[in-house]
């Protein structure tokens, strides 16, 4: 984000203000399409609701609701202590354990995301701000040695470079998402594959920054969805196959290695080293490897440009 910073500070001339609107200007349109995709699932579950059989739900919880609609509460309770309502009581008194303990998990799950959340911007807040005197302190420590400063300032353009090119997958991929999506809809000729093509793309675009998984956590419980709908509905089960395979394959492969080494090679570092870095770094550190690969790469090279020299050097003239 730090392109991004300078450019605000050229004309907020606030540090606060500038880190702050560099956070929201990248987090606000992804929130944004999260909140919209959450409205759009809630709107299909609704009409799931709206056309499934609930009869046997509605006929179980009749005597609770009966009683609930004239208001009275002493006779809901003793509907639900004597077990009037039959199934829901034993229910209701064998499963609650399990449901209040199931519930404390998910609870636990969601405020370790906040967390994590949280701490991530409450970072790259006071990184942004703040670089400069982390850069200064350092380069104090180490009494402004020339071969230091130029090696981690190399380092510092070409992992900006590399990263700010991460964040351009993201383009790459949403669009090749859209591209696939709507050919795969006019192919099927039962209905649409994707019926939301740009809002899964969208998606898809911002599940490339998750850690190890990138945009696996989108596409795949997708297609899962889309198996399942297969295999209990006359749908084609073409359809979920042919989604897994095009979205693997030219959404996910293509923009992870090729298209993002291809970015990433406006560096100084040569466009096959980088390439190396994320097939690699990958086989090394797993999905991890797409971040930690091209970081020991760029290190590499540039150690081996600004370092090796004067350490072989010394140890000719030793």
């Given at each position: 984000m730090r392109p991004l910073y300078r450019q605000i500070d050229r004309v907020i001339d606030h540090p606060n203000v500038t880190?702050?609107?560099?956070?929201?200007?990248?987090?606000?349109?992804?929130?944004?399409v999260v909140g919209y995709a959450i409205v759009v699932g809630l709107r299909e579950l609704d009409q799931f609701l709206s056309t499934s059989d609930l009869e046997v739900v509605r006929s179980t919880l009749?005597?609770?609701?009966?009683?609930?609609?004239?208001g009275n509460i002493d006779q809901l309770r003793e509907a639900i202590t004597s077990g009037s309502g039959g199934s829901v009581t034993s229910v209701l008194r064998q499963d609650l354990p399990g449901v209040i303990g199931r519930l404390q998990s998910v609870a636990a799950a969601v405020f370790g995301v906040l967390a994590r959340f949280f701490l991530m911007l409450?970072?790259?807040?006071?990184?942004?701000?703040?670089?400069?005197?982390?850069?200064?302190?350092?380069?104090?420590?180490?009494?402004?040695?020339?071969?230091?400063?130029?090696?981690?300032?190399?380092?510092?353009?070409?992992?900006?470079?590399?990263f700010l090119s991460?964040?351009?997958?993201?383009?790459?991929?949403?669009?090749a998402a859209v591209v696939v999506y709507y050919g795969l809809n006019f192919?099927?000729?039962?209905?649409?594959?994707?019926?939301?093509p740009v809002l899964l793309a969208l998606l898809i675009g911002i599940g490339t920054l998750v850690p190890a998984v990138g945009?696996?956590?989108?596409?795949?419980?997708?297609?899962?969805?889309?198996?399942?709908?297969?295999?209990?509905?006359?749908?084609?089960?073409?359809?979920?196959?042919?989604?897994?395979?095009?979205?693997?394959?030219?959404?996910?492969?293509?923009?992870?290695?090729?298209?993002?080494?291809?970015?990433?090679a406006r560096s100084g570092v040569h466009m096959g080293l980088v390439l190396l870095g994320y097939f690699l770094g990958t086989l090394a550190f797993g999905?991890?490897?797409?971040?930690?690969?091209?970081?020991v790469v760029v290190l590499a090279s540039?150690?081996?440009?600004?370092?090796?020299?004067?350490?072989?050097?010394?140890?000719?003239w030793e």
């Open positions: 880190a702050t609107a560099t956070i929201l200007f990248v987090i606000l349109p992804m929130l944004a009749q005597p609770y609701l009966r009683v609930a609609r004239r409450t970072f790259l807040f006071y990184l942004l701000r703040d670089d400069w005197k982390l850069r200064q302190w350092f380069y104090e420590s180490v009494d402004h040695d020339d071969d230091i400063v130029s090696y981690t300032q190399a380092v510092d353009d070409d992992l900006e470079t590399v991460n964040l351009a997958v993201i383009v790459v991929a949403a669009g192919v099927a000729s039962s209905g649409p594959v994707v019926p939301t945009m696996k956590i989108v596409y795949v419980p997708y297609g899962l969805v889309l198996l399942g709908v297969a295999l209990t509905t006359p749908k084609p089960l073409w359809h979920p196959l042919v989604f897994f395979a095009l979205t693997l394959v030219v959404v996910d492969t293509i923009p992870d290695f090729f298209a993002r080494s291809f970015l990433s999905w991890w490897g797409l971040f930690l690969g091209p970081i540039h150690f081996a440009k600004t370092v090796v020299p004067g350490l072989v050097s010394d140890f000719m």
